[in-house]
């Protein structure tokens, strides 16, 4: 993953970058790094292992600093720890050249190799260290930097966003990029380079992004892009830098997580307002309508997501099938890419992304890239990669999620989704005047699950010391229980299965003794009964059993659930939306009484930009 940022201009270089990187944070927080120019063209690096609060602490007053060129880095590992020495910016031999970096060199041995062969020697144990040797080979060859970059950037092979300062040219920002984003900043005091129109929108106005195969020459008041590839130069406008405000306060609230949580209600009504029609029992999709005539002609969808995102699609899966009667295939974006399953003409492609960065994700869109499918996005970063690469979708408008775990943005997803399969069965089910008009009615009820926050809290508290958890619902219930598992793994790190409650006895039975609790989602009236039959093969067995549930059952539950969380009642289709609070809260309040960080949990990035 990772997160880029750099400036050259007349201010001092190292403002922008740093609150660039702070914003940055959520590709990556493992470790961070500077490196920027002095007088007498001296290059100094400063690097810390952990959050940019680390490296502000090691770096001092910024105001104190006098550079005008400066590149950072916020670092999620990948090849080698996080330690001082492998977090970027990374150097030649010399030190004369650095290098910050995003993706991940493929042929990075082949490279070392080679150059060892030269008399290189490697401290670190990054693929990224290979790229400013490199540059240095190809310099020692040429005298020419920017032949040197270019040169070493056609051999690299795998993804990379890449930005590089030298000694040897101080007043230049080099950069590149192949499947990892990147974008040059546009401003009236100087050009930035970024991850991301996050990284940057402190000071620039507007915004290029790079495409593949593209190397950058940045300067203080201009800048070139040139295909390498095609060894042709590009010229392309400027678009201005469109931003939702970031609402860096949590509120009252003692963590993102748990705000955004709260802000369930406020997200499912945005995602509704302006889509839903009551008066002519329409839905209307801006987004869509320029594809409207090839939708018509879809006979099959394919959804491909990761992680929660990927769990909204499978809802979206029963949701569009039911009400649209449209075959649905959900794929994990990260397999979909290496399948070679045929698409025929009619299928459209539907790629679910909170951020709108994960490489996986993007790597399926591309896939098809050039076959005349259909490729739609349901995404709620604005201006992100896979909005510009679909041919037309419907962005969720959630508003910035900062938390790591996903909570509002997979209720936005389901909203939407749900969107899509009525637009889709307009006057084609019975379920549909039913559920349009159930769906304004949601925000209130999530509402009242809210007020069962306290429940779930003493809930929470009672099982956070097991190791073990098994999830299972079925029907609309059952991407809950995976959802719910995901959720608990990621911030509390207690192991946690989701399974179809009917699955269960084909094997995950096996595992429930006293110590190995299981969660089970039957809010859904259709199928409810049935879970509350698997209920009793776990309790003939010892294993305790929260069970989520409306009024109507809970007589019948008192006897065999250990504890109860009851909500209102809604159709099955829209019960996700609801239950997804539920299993959010359980594993926030698990995680906070374990004393864990919720909003960056270990070993996560919020937007994941490598395979
Ligand atoms: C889990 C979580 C991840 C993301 C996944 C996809 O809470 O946040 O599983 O859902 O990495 O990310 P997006 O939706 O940005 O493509």
Redesign the pocket.
């Known amino acids: 993953m990772c997160g880029i940022v750099g400036y050259i201009g007349k201010n001092n270089a190292l403002i922008p970058v740093l609150n660039g990187l702070k914003n940055l944070e959520y590709r990556g927080y493992d470790s961070a790094g500077v490196a920027y120019t002095v007088k007498n063209n001296n290059v100094i690096c400063v690097k810390q292992v952990g959050r940019i609060d680390a490296l502000l602490a090691e770096l001092g007053q910024l105001n104190n600093y006098t550079t005008n060129l400066a590149i950072g880095h916020t670092r999620w590992a990948t090849h080698g720890s996080p330690t001082r020495l492998n977090a970027h910016p990374q150097s030649n031999n010399d030190s004369s050249i650095f290098v910050v970096h995003n993706g991940i060199i493929e042929n990075h041995d082949a490279i070392r190799s080679m150059l060892k062969k030269d008399g290189y020697y490697f401290a670190s144990n990054t693929d990224t260290e290979v790229i400013p040797n490199l540059i240095d080979h190809y310099y020692k060859k040429s005298q020419n930097l920017e032949t040197a970059f270019e040169l070493a950037i056609r051999q690299l092979e795998g993804a990379f966003a890449i930005a590089m300062i030298s000694a040897f040219k101080p007043n230049v920002i080099y950069a590149a990029k192949l499947s990892s984003p990147l974008a040059i900043g546009i401003s009236k005091s100087g050009n930035m380079v970024g991850s991301d129109a996050s990284a940057m929108n402190d000071v620039a106005e507007k915004i290029v992004y790079l495409e593949d195969y593209e190397i950058a020459t940045i300067k203080n008041s201009s800048y070139k892009i040139k295909n390498y590839k095609m060894a042709k130069n590009i010229n392309r406008q400027p678009e201005q830098i469109e931003l939702e405000n970031i609402e860096s306060s949590k509120g009252n609230f003692a963590h993102y997580m748990l705000k955004e949580i709260n802000e369930a209600p406020k997200t499912v009504q945005s995602a509704i307002l302006g889509r839903i029609k009551l008066e002519t029992h329409s839905i209307k999709l801006g987004g869509l309508e320029r594809v409207e005539e090839q939708l018509d002609n879809i006979d099959r969808i394919l959804i491909v997501?990761?992680?929660?995102?990927y769990y909204a699609g499978l809802v979206g899966e029963y949701l569009i099938e039911e009400i649209a009667g449209i075959p649905v295939e959900v794929q994990q974006a990260s397999e979909y890419k290496y399948r070679s399953e045929p698409l025929s003409k009619n299928t459209a492609l539907l790629a679910?992304?909170?951020?709108?960065?994960?490489a996986d994700?993007i790597a399926a869109l591309k896939k098809v890239e050039g076959s005349g499918t259909l490729k739609l996005g349901i995404v709620n970063s604005p201006g992100s990669t896979i909005s510009r690469i679909t041919d037309a979708g419907v962005y969720c408008h959630a508003g910035p999620e900062i938390s790591?775990?996903?909570t509002k943005?997979f209720m936005a997803q389901v909203t939407v989704l749900a969107l899509i399969a009525l637009k889709l069965g307009e006057g084609k089910s019975s379920l549909y005047i039913n559920l349009l008009n159930e769906l304004p009615a949601i925000p209130q009820k999530i509402s009242e699950v809210l007020k069962s926050a306290d429940t779930i809290q003493e809930i929470a508290k009672k099982y956070a010391s097991y190791k073990d958890f098994l999830y299972i619902g079925r029907g609309y219930d059952y991407p809950l229980a995976l959802e719910g598992a995901?959720?608990l793994k990621?911030i509390s790190y207690i192991h946690a299965e989701g399974c179809p409650a009917g699955e269960m006895k084909h094997g995950p039975l096996a595992m429930i003794d006293e110590l190995f609790p299981t969660f089970a989602l039957a809010g859904g009236k259709s199928l409810s009964q049935k879970t509350f039959s698997n209920m009793q093969e776990i309790k003939a067995r010892n294993g305790k059993i929260i069970v989520v549930t409306t009024k109507k059952s809970v007589k019948a539950l008192k006897d065999l659930a250990d504890d109860m969380i009851v909500i209102p009642d809604t159709n099955d289709q829209l019960m996700p939306l609801l239950e997804a609070v539920v299993v959010q809260l359980f594993a926030y309040y698990v995680a906070l009484h374990k004393g864990l960080d919720i909003d960056k949990p270990r070993n996560l990035a919020?937007?994941?930009t490598v395979e």
């Open positions: 997501a990761c992680g929660t995102s679910v992304s909170q951020s709108g960065e994960t994700t790591v775990a996903s943005a995901l959720k990621e919020k937007s994941v």
